[in-house]
């Protein structure tokens, strides 16, 4: 037995936790990767599923097209 034992003392030593990836960093990968995530499933959706080209998702016509179709116009 120590002697802080026998006297009924305890010491209680804080643990410094050292982070790999600071919090900061963790929500820029988070918003990159949904991002990416999006565009992926974007690109699936469209030629994959669909009948269009992968790389027609990203044209500002085909979204005005599909914002059409959905309000009818």
Do not use: Y
């Amino acid at each position: 037995m120590d002697m802080e034992e026998q006297h009924g003392i305890t010491t209680k030593k804080k643990r410094v936790r050292i982070r790999l990836i600071p919090i900061w960093l963790r929500l820029v990968l988070l918003v990159i990767l949904m991002c990416v995530s999006l565009m992926a499933g974007a690109v699936v959706g469209f030629s994959v599923l669909g009948d269009g080209k992968a790389a027609d998702v990203f044209k500002p016509s085909t979204w005005v097209h599909i914002r059409d179709l959905v309000n009818k116009k």
